[in-house]
């Protein structure tokens, strides 16, 4: 049983037992009500107790059976019904989770909160179902009673992103945030980068309005280190002939994200080219390179390019600092090793490989079980996840 199913299991199992424990109270009140009472109690108690044992043995199926003869028997507890709603919504039975919910819905003395509980179940079983505008309708209608209704807010927000309608998207994004008080920067940047591109993408290649350009901007204010933001907002730049203002979005992300940087600088290159400053690139990719915070790819971007331009031994040297800075990234010992042997440097390419495919096999598994396929540097003699003897074989 999975964990969603788990819990739909515990909070019926849970509600039942302080509707029995409710019920058994109420049996005090009255001798001759208590007689009538407890036959029906019992009976509730059997189910109940039944519709339990089945769940411990993992027999949902009967269990659920037992449950709805005691939901028959209660048929006015609202929290059993939504329990089992949810229920049905975890094994996939959305069609049936509906109905729970529509008919809870439909009753006439329902309490506010209730109601509100019921249409958020309903809005989650449509939006599972893949009812898309009928969970947006009754999560809208949540938010009406209660428009503090976090998990409402959620759903809906991201009912807004599947459908692409980035504007809507933002807006509830903004009531969460109010609610929860927890900014997330990282999706409203690339909403509002979203929003930039579907400006653009309307008005055709070649134009780029301040509109558009101004939701990068503001992407980046929200994110700094939002790749897409000032690739979009650089390109733009690029567009309207604006290549210093470029050359500035792509390098920004050098010192905001330089984890990423290397996804932009073949534009920053084109940027510096078109601005007539090849020197300049030249300049900023050795600041990245050696920086402290280079990264692999970028250090491999810029040998290659080295390479391109005949300069072997520097982009060797560049490889070898780069290798003892990241060591075994195979990034970067892939085209060292060619790179090596168009110099003639035999025996150190040998040896940068044999160092590589030592520390792989360090790393690799040496045996693994037969009968459970547990694997295992070394080998052992009862298998510590099957318990099974001898059963590992050498890989
Ligand atoms: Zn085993």
Not at 85 to 99: C, F, H, S, T
Not at 167 to 187: F, G, H, S, Y
Request: aromatic share 8%.
């Amino acid at each position: 049983m999975d964990f969603p199913y788990l819990i739909g299991w515990a909070a019926l199992s849970v509600t039942l037992g302080a509707i029995i424990f409710g019920a058994g109270r109420r049996l005090g009140r009255e001798e001759e009500a208590l007689r009538i009472r407890r036959q029906d109690d019992g009976k509730e108690a059997a189910f109940y107790f039944r519709g339990l044992n089945f769940l411990l043995a993992d027999e949902p199926d009967k269990a659920i059976e037992e449950f709805i003869k005691f939901v028959r028997i209660n048929s006015e507890t609202v929290e059993i019904h939504l329990s089992l709603g949810k229920l049905y919504r975890a094994r996939g039975e959305v069609g049936r989770a509906i109905r729970i919910h529509q008919n809870l819905i439909a009753r006439p003395n329902l309490s506010v909160e209730h109601r509100t509980a019921a249409l958020y179940a309903l809005a989650e079983d449509y939006r599972q179902g893949g009812f898309v505008d009928r969970a947006v309708d009754a999560y809208r209608q949540v938010l009406n009673v209660d428009p503090e209704h976090r998990a409402a807010l959620a759903g809906l927000q991201g009912m807004h992103e599947n459908e692409g309608r980035w504007d809507m998207a933002l807006d509830v994004l903004k009531r969460l945030e109010k609610v929860t008080r927890a900014p997330d920067p990282r999706r409203e940047a690339h909403i509002r980068v979203r929003m930039g591109m579907e400006i653009q993408s309307r008005q055709g290649s070649g134009v780029v309005s301040d509109e558009a350009m101004d939701h990068y901007q503001t992407a980046i204010k929200v994110f700094p280190g939002c790749v897409e933001a000032h690739r979009l907002l650089g390109e733009a730049q690029l567009t309207q002939g604006r290549t210093r203002g470029a050359i500035k979005s792509f390098e920004a992300l050098k010192t905001s994200r330089p984890s990423h940087f290397f996804m932009l600088a073949e534009a920053l290159r084109r940027a510096y080219e078109r601005d007539g400053d090849p020197g300049g690139f030249e300049k900023c990719m050795n600041e990245a390179v050696h920086a402290f915070s280079s990264s692999a790819r970028l250090v491999v971007y810029r040998a290659r390019m080295l390479e391109e331009q005949g300069r072997l031994v520097e982009a060797t040297e560049l490889l070898r600092a780069g290798m003892a800075k990241h060591p075994g990234s195979l990034g970067i010992i892939c085209p060292l090793i060619p790179l090596l042997a168009k110099q003639n440097l035999w025996q150190e390419a040998v040896a940068t490989a044999q160092r590589q495919l030592d520390r792989m096999l360090a790393v690799q598994h040496a045996f693994q079980c037969a009968r459970c396929g547990f694997k295992a540097q070394d080998i052992y003699w009862k298998c510590p996840q099957c318990l099974q003897w001898d059963s590992m074989e050498p890989l």
